[in-house]
């Protein structure tokens, strides 16, 4: 069984920063990729960045330059850094790992922008 769990959502102001945090537990001998999507209620869950095993990293181009992916292999978690936050970054944030049996998601985050 797998468990992933984000944390660090919260209410920010444009132009601000907020860090969201990720972990994975369980039953979990490698990991391959590992991403961040969001969903704001009446749209489709979109695809924030993602990070590989190696490390390399995706955008998407909303957030490109202003969010930042990172991952620890040994503690299983990876990290979203969100710099220069606008209104329009207002959604629940979800994790995913992908492992050999699946991919897993967390329940999510709120995250608002918000004066």
């Known amino acids: 069984q797998v468990q992933v769990e984000e944390s660090g959502g919260g209410l920010v102001q444009p132009g601000g920063s907020l860090r969201l945090a990720c972990a994975a537990s369980?039953?979990?001998?490698?990991?391959?990729?590992m991403g961040w999507y969001r969903q704001v209620p009446g749209k489709q869950r979109e695809w924030v960045a993602s990070i590989n095993n190696d490390d390399r990293t995706n955008y998407a181009n909303s957030v490109k330059g202003r969010f930042t992916i990172s991952r620890d292999n040994v503690k299983n978690t990876v990290d979203l850094q969100m710099n220069s936050l606008k209104p329009e970054d207002t959604a629940v944030y979800y994790c995913?790992?992908?492992?050999?049996?699946?991919?897993?998601w967390g329940k999510g985050t709120l995250v608002t922008v918000s004066s």
């Open positions: 995913t790992v992908d492992i050999p049996s699946g991919s897993y």
């Open positions: 369980g039953s979990i001998f490698r990991v391959f990729a």
